[in-house]
T-cell receptor, first 114, second 112 residues
């Protein structure tokens, strides 16, 4: 157990729908990162939050949004889902928000869009 | 932005032999190079990392080397064991707000 908790583990939904993925960081970590893993694109960085504020943005689609709450858990919202959004979504956490941080990953949420 | 290339995509070695995975990066400002191991059904797990002020780092059967001039770094696993079978990812970061950029992964298969 890495200490990073992600729910749900598996999610099956239909095109056009909206889902929310949840992440609780490791105790003491202030940063949360979201990554998308698909077979052909590897691990793609989506977005980072540090202590409640957005810190960095990667290849996140406009249909996707995220936030980090005062208790430091984070949610990734995916809307108007398309077949191509089917992937593993990983959350990672780190102590700091800047510099070269050691990331600890959760076990992931597998999203299947039918 | 940073671009990380990783080779090979699949590597099969006999148990007990050594395995080497290589990565190149594009941004000379990158200064942190971690390696992650991902087992089936699990998230990536950090196995070793190196920062740009050192050229080599070892941890038991695992070592990482860094050549800043050539902008490449490698993972070396000696005396491979069945439990080393997994997907290995290299990554690079220059800190700041850019996060980690990952390579596409190497599927390491240890043949008994």
């Amino acid at each position: 157990d890495s200490g990073v908790t992600q729910t749900p583990k598996h999610l099956i939904t239909a095109t056009g729908q909206r889902v929310t993925l949840r992440c609780s960081p490791r105790s003491g970590d202030l940063s949360v990162y979201w990554y998308q893993q698909s077979l052909d694109q590897g691990l793609q960085f989506l977005i980072q939050y540090y202590n409640g504020e957005e810190r960095a943005k990667g290849n996140i689609l406009e249909r996707f949004s995220a936030q980090q709450f005062p208790d430091l858990h984070s949610e990734l919202n995916l809307s108007s889902l398309e077949l191509g959004d089917s992937a593993l979504y990983f959350c990672a956490s780190s102590v700091g928000g800047r510099g070269a941080n050691v990331l600890t990953f959760g076990a992931g949420s597998r999203l299947t869009v039918l | 932005g940073e671009n990380v290339e990783q080779h090979p995509s699949t590597l099969s070695v006999q148990e007990g032999d050594s395995a080497v995975i290589k990565c190149t990066y594009s941004d000379s400002a990158s200064n942190y190079f971690p390696w992650y191991k991902q087992e089936l059904g699990k998230g990536p797990q950090l196995i070793i990392d190196i920062r740009s002020n050192v050229g080599e780092k070892k941890d038991q059967r695992i070592a990482v080397t860094l050549n800043k001039t050539a902008k490449h770094f490698s993972l070396h696993i000696t005396e491979t064991q069945p439990e080393d079978s997994a997907v290995y990812f290299c990554a690079a970061s220059k800190g700041g707000a850019d996060g980690l950029t990952f390579g596409k992964g190497t599927h390491l298969i240890i043949q008994p």
